[in-house]
């Protein structure tokens, strides 16, 4: 049953393939996992992407090789992986160097430790020193705090690896803001207004804007509750970018303005892992 099963799944793959060619063919961005289609499947598609000027996204699940991944990055499609899939580090390098030369990235996400946590610790994961390593080869980190309290001074250290490799540190937080986030020189961090409670956490969001302006550091705030438009103005012209939950159904509402103004500033595809609205 289960051969009859698999054997009917790949049959489809044409047909989904050729689906997927069609949104190519109109220059729409693709995102797929590498499991979904065979590798000359997948080729073909990235192929016809570059042709049509749309992005090729393949989410890593670890199912291809090495040197595949690297034949697909030359060709331009942009990876997205994580420790949790592919701790190589040297692999990595080695697909970053051929998506380069595609003008593709490889957007890599960290979920385990930096470190070891405990004395003796065996970590399979990317360690500390291997991350480092692939921020200054150009691959874009992306970290978040919600299962794992992060270091800032270990973030601070990605950061500036990021920025030399001419990538970006993108880094999910979560919880109680902390002023040292100003302080990720050339970083790009994501906060939910879920971490603006208290009356004073607002002083300390336009205390950490006005100091990250000098650093370099980009703020993308995620707006899930109710704002008061002129504090929404003063994040605005503090440099941030907004990202409303939904759109405001009411063209009446004084935040209506405010949101177009929002929508005109354009997240960079690089900024986010594959989607501008989650935050993991």
Known sequence: MEKENTEETISK???RGYELLSWAARGRDITVRDDQYHFPWLMDIVKFCQKKRGRFRLIDSGKLETSELELLGK??????????????AAGLELINKACKKGKAIVAYFQHGPLEKEKKGEDLERVPFLDLERL????????LTNKEKVRNLSHLNFLADSCR???SWLVYYHQGPLEQ???ELDGAWVHISDESLKEPQDLALLMEILKASSSKRTNFVLH????WKAHQLRDVLRAGAVILFKSALKDYRSPLKPLEREAGRRKLDFKVYYLYPHFLP
Do not use: I
């Open 180 to 182: 040292s986030l100003g």
């Open 223 to 226: 707006l899930k509750g109710e």
């Open 75 to 88: 060709e331009g499609a942009d990876l997205y992986t994580s420790d949790d899939v592919r701790p190589n």
């Open 164 to 166: 030399r490799g001419q």
């Open 13 to 15: 793959f044409p047909a």
């Open 135 to 142: 921020a200054r080869s150009g691959v874009y980190l992306h």
